[in-house]
């Protein structure tokens, strides 16, 4: 099977492309009509500007959700034990030099709060009982690049600097840091958000499953994002998602004839939905997490198959329900 992964013909790629490119997506105005109008707290400035550590103390105070949920400040003794590391953290050179670079990066958040904005119209119309979170951005210094809880939303821009940039995040594998470009942020954010709404039943914890809750997350986000590139979505290149459909039929002729759907050994689960460069039980030139992205083909056809509404889907836990359903075979 390993020798069998195919790369698409460049005439395959490019039918592809204009396919999508002749298909303009619009966003559906009764749903835009009631648009939030989001504010946006750039926390870094806040920081950054503070003359002295009582004005750290004060920016604790006034925002205490983000002080408890991005900063901790429970796991301190105190919030003045907290704001003195914090100043620490503050006059720190290369940090300074950091937040200038993400200043010029994204002087305004202008376009960010107008796709937030229009993602959340999407989620409060399929979900009305959806509260739109705290939004603030910040430089966490590479510490933590998104947190989304049901009350806040903290965005550490500085992850999100083009690939290019001398500043990246540290550690991280091309695979995975290539992710970090603005593109992905409100996909990321709206993935995250998907989880409230994911219902799952703990007993189920086949590789079956776990593709499943994948492709439930991903369907929810092209629903709320339709017009957003499923490249931003999955995490793949535009390349790589035309190959696994160029390679589709050999994917789930391997699930298929190794009879992985119901493994339930986490070391097998996360060689098709963990991170990785590439899947390499398929072959070399599979792309990693490739179970999710089969799992989001399976979710598309059952919930199509089944003319269920965004909410219905999502409140089905019953994985192996989803996969008989479905009808999913491999497009030819």
């Known amino acids: 099977m390993k020798d069998t992964w195919i790369w698409p013909l460049f005439f395959f790629f490019f039918l592809y492309s204009c396919k999508q490119e002749q298909k303009p997506c619009e966003l559906d105005e009764e749903i835009l009509a ?5 504010t946006i707290e750039r926390l870094e400035d806040a920081f950054f500007e503070a003359a002295d550590q009582a004005e750290i103390l004060y920016l604790l105070e006034a925002h205490p959700l983000f002080a408890e949920k991005y900063l901790l400040v429970n796991s301190y003794a105190s919030k003045e034990e907290l704001a003195e590391e914090l100043w620490i953290i503050h006059q720190d050179s290369i ?11 994204y002087p305004n958040i202008d376009s960010l709060r107008e796709e937030l904005e229009n993602a959340f119209a999407h989620i409060s119309y399929y ?3 959806f509260k739109i979170p705290k939004i603030y951005t910040f430089v966490s210094g590479f510490s933590s690049d998104i947190v989304v809880t049901e009350d806040i939303i903290v965005i550490g821009l500085d992850y999100y600097l083009p690939p290019t940039h001398r500043f990246q995040p540290p550690d991280l594998p091309q695979y995975i840091s290539k992710r970090y470009d603005r593109d992905y942020i409100v996909p990321n954010i709206v993935t995250a958000i998907s989880s409230f709404f994911n219902e799952t039943d703990l007993n189920q914890n086949s590789l079956l499953a776990e593709m499943i809750f994948y492709g439930k997350a991903y369907h929810f986000t092209k629903s709320i994002l339709p017009c957003t590139s499923d490249a931003f979505i999955i ?3 535009p390349e790589e998602i035309a190959a696994c459909w160029a390679n589709e039929e050999f994917v789930w002729a391997h699930f298929v004839e190794n009879e992985l759907f119901f493994e339930t050994n986490p070391f097998e689960i996360r060689k098709y939905t963990g991170e990785a460069p590439f899947t390499d039980e398929i072959s070399p030139d599979a792309p990693g997490r ?29 994985k192996n329900k989803i996969f008989r359903q479905s009808g999913y075979k491999p497009r030819r």
């Open 290 to 318: 490739i179970g999710r992205w089969l799992g989001w083909n399976i979710v598309d056809d059952y919930r199509f198959n089944h003319t269920l509404s965004l909410r219905d889907l999502m409140k089905e836990s019953d």
């Open 127 to 129: 979900f009305p009982e």
């Open 235 to 237: 995490g793949y290149t």
């Open 95 to 105: 940090m300074v030099e950091l937040y200038e670079e993400v200043k010029n990066e």
């Open 34 to 38: 009631v648009r939030p109008t989001l």
